[in-house]
């Protein structure tokens, strides 16, 4: 699949890695620390920004339960869509 590369996703897309470098670097300074899975408990968990603008705002998730709240994401799009 490609990705869309219009002006729209473009921007939306550097909001998104700049969440993600601001996390990274929070992590190794110490001013964020992974939890384990909100869900399961389970570690390691990967972090989740439900707003990529609030970008120390993390969820921390297991590999199962981030894809399934996003899956989960994409069928309430599909659903609201139709």
Do not use: F, N
Request: with cysteine; glycine share 8%.
């Amino acid at each position: 699949m490609t990705r869309c590369r219009c002006k729209a996703c473009v921007d939306k897309d550097a909001v998104k890695e700049a969440a993600w470098k601001l996390t990274h670097k929070a992590i190794a300074g110490g001013l964020l620390t992974r939890g384990p899975c909100e869900e399961c408990g389970k570690t390691p968990a990967e972090g989740h920004h439900d707003d990529y603008e609030k970008p120390l705002s993390v969820r921390w998730l297991c590999r199962l339960h981030h894809k399934g709240h996003h899956a989960a994401q994409r069928r309430a799009k599909a659903a609201a869509a139709s």
